[in-house]
């Protein structure tokens, strides 16, 4: 089973959607996807003990007996004329994602329950959805990685689209163009590689494990007028524009507020949680281990984008009067930790920005729930009018602090981790640690103005999350909210295991995520350094 276990894992929810359909009634469509949930989860699990824990020390394929990090590897011929194969396997960098995937959509599919209309719609989209986000996470073919990539655009435009707020045809709309204008930056390099790949390989290929090595890349540089020259670095900025506007970074944001206020609570939980987090992955593994040369020479742009969507996301989260934009405007700030630690090339600054985008996902989807539990009673997000909740709803408060401290980067929390070990990073950098340096692309002085700079971030997050408290929750209790029922046990079961792994990660962080990433980031920095 272990051989096909991915394959399973992928298409699982998709094939959940046939019961679905036949499905007679609003509680059995209701049944069936938590259930097809439960089990897709289930099968995730299963991977910690098919996962190779003492895997190889070089970014490659374990199967080929060469101690590679990536396993579980399976691979058919899908479009002969193209060599493009059904390929897909894990690694230090996919694990986390995948049970991250699997996790969040089984709370959200727990969130959905109360969904009023064209029930069995919904939920068909949201499994497709999930699929979608796996296939992703799992494909090492460049082809195939598009393909579950744009996949996974067209649920979410609908999930949006109809079962939205009151403009969620523009925000749908929006969030879809932005996100195919990037996939376009994708399908041209896509393209580009193909065919340079088949002056060295007969036939060409799209195996992204293969284009990465040392051994392609020497025999690329002549064709491309090497690797740090136009044309990588063109193919550098067109990967990184279509996963920076998935991320979102500054300037490529304003999509995300539009469709989070928009969006239902259990579609933004995914949308902040899963989505945003295909961009990161993206950086990690298309960006850099394809042009990693551009990626050195161009770093100091992509340092300046993640510093700013930092600063500029936390000013604009304190700005907000709005509770659900607040947490939304938040996501870019915490998200430009992700791209900061990509640019700083340290192993601490991408373990920080792999940790960060694990904790993110526990925290933002914990922060949209709890905006989306008040909603339900109140009919509004106005932080104006809100006070005086932890008298009214005590439980409800309690989640509601861990969720927001943990957002805020408290330590003891999953927030704290991976700020300090991206700002670890940068500050490291700066002293050699970096390739930047020993390669001369840097500046000590460019990269400490960077590094402090994007410390204001941490302090300006705790200062709008804790004025955000002292709104919602503190000060005279009002009138019109003294009568509101505190959380149900549906909303207990989604907040409590989110609250234990936001505590869980920020206690035990190596347990339980550094042992199955470090190595491969490590294998990863081998690869960087032997294409220098």
Known sequence: MGHYLLTILIFLPAIGVIPLLLARNRDSVRWTALVTTIVTFAVSLLLFFTFDWH?????????????GTVQMVQRVDWIKSLNVQYLVGIDGLSFPLV????????????????????????????????????????????????????VSLLPMYFLIGIWGGPRKEYAAIKFFLYTLVGSIGLLIVLIGTYLYSKQIIPGGTFDLVKLAQPEFQAKLAPLIGGMAGTVAKTF???????????????PFHTWLPDAHVEAPTPISMILAAILLKMGGYGIFRVAYPLFPEAGKHLWLIIAVIGVVSIIYGALCAMAQTDFKKLVAYSSVSHMGFVTLGAAMMTEASVNGAQFMMIAHGITSAAMFF???????????????????????????TGFSTVACFANLGLPGLCGFVGEVMVLLGAFGAAKGDSILIAG?????????????????????TAGYML?????????????EYKDFPEVSSREITVLTPLTIMAILLGVLPAFFFFAFSEQTVSAMFKLLRAVA
């Open 236 to 250: 550098f900025l067109l990967l990184m524009l279509g996963f920076l506007i998935k991320v979102p970074a500054v």
């Open 99 to 150: 049970i991250l995937s699997t996790f969040i959509c089984l709370l959200a599919c727990i969130a959905s329950w109360n969904i009023p209309k064209m029930t069995k719609g919904y939920f068909a989209l949201f499994l497709l959805l999930e699929t979608g986000i796996l296939g992703v996470f799992l494909s090492l073919d460049f082809f195939l990685f598009y393909v579950f990539f744009e």
């Open 467 to 479: 004025w955000t408290i002292q709104r919602v929750f503190f000060g005279p209790e009002k009138s």
């Open 55 to 67: 895997m190889g020390s070089h970014y490659g394929y374990a199967e080929d007996g060469s101690g």
């Open 440 to 460: 001369g692309f840097a500046t000590r002085t460019q990269i400490y103005t960077l590094a402090i700079i994007s410390c204001f971030g941490v302090v300006l």
């Open 370 to 396: 709890v905006v989306g539990v008040i909603y339900d009673r109140a009919h509004h997000r106005e932080l104006s009018r809100f006070g005086g909740l932890a008298n009214t709803m005590p439980v409800y």
